[in-house]
């Protein structure tokens, strides 16, 4: 018996649909925020966080930023997420929305983004830096001075006492660490900074070779489509396994495992953001693209290529949350 089309495009945009709700926000970002909760416990940094966050986790605090994007600019800034964020309840009181509302307001139009580009505060989330370089370089295609390296190093000036350097507006120290942490989650995601650029043709190209074209940028993985799924979606999705409910025990003890960050703290995003570039480039590769189709390229997947994906993931995330607490303990030794 032949099954009518329209069963299985509806069918298709159900699991297209549950699999991009599963986003490394809120299910990654609230197991990176248990970690570092677990990690700086009885440490001078839990009293300052206590002391900021009040009755807020870490855990808790790590979606604030994606859930400030139900913030409607063009709506006098007030807060009307278009669909159930339960994850972010926490931050719906009128005190807690007003406060978001301030938030985008001053975070909206003070970067240089251009008139089709989203409110400069969605901007601060990401870096898209060519999976054929080695290491996050500022000089490179890809990266801003409002991108996610400059905004965590902004959080950390704002958290030692500083002002927010330019562009970024953030007023004071609870917003900061609302934002930092999620902003490590975010620096975590090999999408969210390392991206492959590619020709009409699906062929990889390095936008820093040669004139840049913009209509190579993938746009961090969300020009590219696996049935139909933006690829960028399929990074953000977590496994059960890796939320915060379920991680194993074994992953706070490799979190403690992981050195501490050399050098300046100011400087540890760039350490982050070129080691997360490596496992970009694992991510693209054996991936084969289809020539550009309305804007879009189709990929097809090589063998276990979701059982690699899985693996990255679960690295990176207790990686994120190991420099969060690495990072929350250096501001507060």
């Not at 945009?13 to 926000?25: D, K, N, P």
Request: with cysteine.
């Amino acid at each position: 018996m032949r099954i009518p089309r329209f069963f299985i495009y509806c069918l298709l945009s159900i699991l297209i649909a549950s699999s991009q709700a599963s986003a490394w926000g809120p299910g990654g970002h609230k197991t990176v925020g248990a970690i570092a909760d677990q990690m700086i416990e009885g440490t001078h940094a839990a009293t300052e966080v206590k002391a900021i966050l009040g009755n807020i986790s870490l855990q808790d605090a790590s979606v604030w930023a994606d859930c400030v994007k139900g913030v409607n600019p063009k709506n006098d800034y007030k807060y009307e997420p278009t669909r159930e964020y339960p994850e972010c309840k926490i931050f719906e009181t009128s005190q807690r929305k007003a406060e978001m509302s301030d938030f985008v307001r001053r975070n909206n139009k003070n970067c240089n983004t251009k008139p089709e580009k989203s409110s400069c505060h969605q901007e601060y989330h990401f870096t898209d830096v060519a999976i054929q370089h080695e290491k996050y370089d500022a000089k490179f295609v890809g990266t801003r001075n409002d991108d996610i390296v400059n905004a965590i190093a902004a959080a950390t000036h704002v958290l030692k006492g500083d002002s927010a350097p330019s562009p970024f507006n953030f007023k004071d120290k609870r917003e900061a660490l609302l934002l930092l942490v999620h902003y490590v989650g975010d620096i975590h995601q090999p999408l969210h900074v390392g991206a492959v650029y590619l020709d009409e043709n699906g062929k990889t190209v390095n936008p820093d070779a040669g004139a840049y074209d913009p209509k190579t940028d993938t746009h961090g993985g969300n020009y590219i489509l696996v049935h139909g799924e933006k690829f960028h979606s399929m990074w953000d999705g977590i496994p059960k396994s890796l939320t915060a409910s379920h991680a194993k025990p074994t992953m706070l003890k490799q979190a403690r495992a992981i050195p501490v960050t050399t050098g300046q703290i100011y400087d540890w995003p760039i350490i982050w953001a070129s080691d997360t570039l490596i496992e970009a480039r694992q991510a693209f590769e054996r991936i084969e693209f289809s020539n550009r189709r309305q804007g879009n390229w189709d990929a097809t997947l090589p063998e276990n290529y979701n059982k690699d994906m899985d693996t990255i993931k679960e690295t990176q995330v207790v990686k994120a949350g190991a420099h969060l607490a690495q990072l929350l303990q250096a501001i507060w030794p």
